[in-house]
């Protein structure tokens, strides 16, 4: 018996969400591409205690979030920019309002970033964004006012997509 049966059925189930979980951290291909493998290879080494529990899913998430902010506390990340470039051409409202919120969003503190992708990109809830982050409750709220209060002062023109976000994480 291999000690990673398993282990490459749930990388090619689950590698895409994966994924756009650790892009919507790091707001970068690449790093997210990084962070991912780093996680794997963890993951792995991990394997015949995780895949039993049926908490790999969790454990994997988890271990995304650690080591973005563990990344970030290091300084190992892209450096934002204040202005966003110059367009080469046109592009419509949904694309330069994606570029917007991605730069607002790499602006953020490591905890107010993964605290916006959980509870509106991963669409989680209160109590599953605490357990993921190893914090309370209010930690949780208080992280997701400050920052949609930073991105509101950051990037005015995402008010409305900001104002749903705040209505939608208040129920």
């Not at 996680?39 to 205690?49: D, P």
């Not at 039993?52 to 970030?72: D, F």
Request: hydrophobic share 40%; net charge positive; aromatic share 6%.
């Amino acid at each position: 018996m291999d000690r990673y049966d398993g282990f490459r059925e749930f990388v090619r189930v689950r590698q895409q969400s994966l994924m756009r979980t650790a892009y919507l951290l790091t707001g970068d291909a690449h790093l997210a591409e990084d962070l991912l493998q780093t996680v794997l290879i963890r993951v792995a080494a991990h394997w015949r205690k995780l895949d039993g529990g049926g908490n790999a899913e969790a454990y994997t998430r988890k271990a995304l979030i650690n080591q973005h902010i563990s990344w970030r506390r290091r300084k190992i990340v892209e450096t934002p920019h204040a202005e966003l470039p110059e367009p080469g051409g046109r592009h419509d409202e949904a694309t330069v309002r994606r570029l917007v919120l991605r730069q607002a969003l790499a602006r953020l503190t490591p905890r107010q970033r993964t605290v916006i992708v959980l509870r509106f990109f991963e669409d989680r809830t209160e109590v599953e964004t605490a357990h993921l982050m190893n914090c309370t409750i209010g930690t949780v709220k208080s992280q997701t006012h400050h920052a949609l209060s930073r991105l509101r002062t950051m990037a005015p023109e995402l008010a409305g997509l900001l104002d749903d976000a705040a209505t939608e994480g208040s129920r």
